[in-house]
């Protein structure tokens, strides 16, 4: 009779990690699932993907939250049936995958240390023209940057140019032909009291208006002026020594699974 081959997994090793990546699947199910309503009302509503190119597709929050989603609820429906299977070919898949993931990060943070103003300048460059010009047109990008604005204290994006910026989006455009009433406007969240009436609790949306038109002192006065990819630029590298910690445990986290998985994993005849 040929001789059969069962594996064995280590029971902690087994019970852990099924109890990890189930954690995983659950968070990646609900994001997948928030994506897609997301995409759903979109296209209910007749915006979806109107006038996108490539690159603004992938770079759209529920089309993200969708591809990341769906990538970690299969790794970690893996890890979830190969741990409690004891199935090695999906521990292999799962290991491989973590190792994937590991030199990806890796390969991006070298790039970021060793180019950090060519990376700067891409993204200067794509995400004001993605970014800037949909502010209007997709709500959930809205919120996403009127937060960012108000807890990093910043209004636009890059560098050079501030909130400037906002003169790239056709209702925030300074010029005489532009019929908006937002013509040379900021965003509320640029504002430094962050849009809220100083003698009451409403949001004063207004706080920004014809902000474009005000030399550079007049503007600080009412909004902030730094772009934001600065501003985030600025507080990482206060925050390097937690940025860094959490980014080594990850690494070490992932190289150790990787490892680790052969190693507890035992074939017996």
Known sequence: MPERHISYVNPCVKYVMFAFNFLFWVLSGAIVGAGLYALADRWRTGGIFAKADLFQILIDIPVMMVIVGVVVFVVSTAGCVGALRENTCLLKLYSGCLLIFLLAELGLAICALIYPHIIIGVVDKQLTDAVIKDYREKPDLQNLIDFTQIEFGCCGLTERYGYHDWSKNEYFMCNESNPSVERCAVPY??????GLDLESTFVNVMCGYNVQKMSDSEARKR????????????????????IGGVAIG????????????????????
Do not use: D, E, F, H
């Open 189 to 194: 969240s640029c504002c430094k009291t962050n």
């Open 250 to 269: 990850a690494a070490v986290l992932q190289a150790g699974v990787c490892i680790g998985i052969p190693k507890a994993t035992r074939s017996t005849n």
């Open 223 to 242: 909004i902030y002026t730094t772009g934001c990819i600065p501003a985030i630029t600025t507080w990482a590298t206060m925050n390097l020594n937690i």
